[in-house]
C-alpha cells in the first residue's frame, strides 16, 4: 500500500507557474501508473497527466498538454507537476493517484486508480 501527500499549490496570477509534489510512503512509485487529476467546483474530476517510471511514458489531457509536465524524482519517490502559463479555467482542488501495477489499461479513468492524496488547492486569478 503507498500514502500519496500533495503539496505546493496556492493562487497565482494567469501566465505564472507552480510546481505540485506528491510526496510516496509505503511504496516505491516505480511500482504503479502515477497520475494527476483535478476538480473544478461544481464540476467532476477529470484527467490530466499519467506518467510510469521516471523514465517512462507521459500523456497528457488536451487542455494542459505543452504548459504542463508531469515528472518523478525516484531519489525522492515523489511526483510532480510543472505547471506554466496558467489559466484562470486551472484553477481546481489537484489530486495526486497511483493506480496499482504499470500497464496502461484505462489510465485516464479516475475510478481505475487504487490510492488518491488528499489534493491541493490551485487558484488561477485573471
Known amino acids: 500500500q503507498v500514502q500519496l501527500v500533495e503539496s505546493g499549490g496556492g493562487l497565482v496570477q494567469a501566465g505564472g507557474s507552480l510546481r505540485l509534489s506528491c510526496a510516496a510512503s509505503g511504496r516505491t512509485v516505480s511500482n504503479y501508473v502515477m497520475g494527476w487529476f483535478r476538480q473544478a467546483p461544481g464540476k467532476e474530476r477529470v484527467f490530466v497527466a499519467v506518467i510510469t517510471r521516471s523514465d517512462g511514458p507521459t500523456y497528457y489531457a488536451d487542455s494542459v498538454k505543452g504548459r504542463f509536465t508531469i515528472s518523478i524524482d525516484d531519489a525522492k519517490n515523489t511526483m510532480y507537476l510543472q505547471m506554466s502559463s496558467l489559466k484562470p479555467e486551472d484553477t481546481a482542488v489537484y489530486y495526486c493517484?497511483?493506480?496499482?501495477?504499470?500497464?496502461?489499461?484505462?489510465?485516464?479513468?479516475?475510478?481505475?486508480?487504487?490510492?488518491w492524496g488528499q489534493g491541493t488547492q490551485v487558484t488561477v486569478s485573471s
Open positions: 493517484a497511483a493506480k496499482r501495477g504499470t500497464g496502461w489499461y484505462k489510465v485516464l479513468e479516475g475510478p481505475s486508480y487504487d490510492y
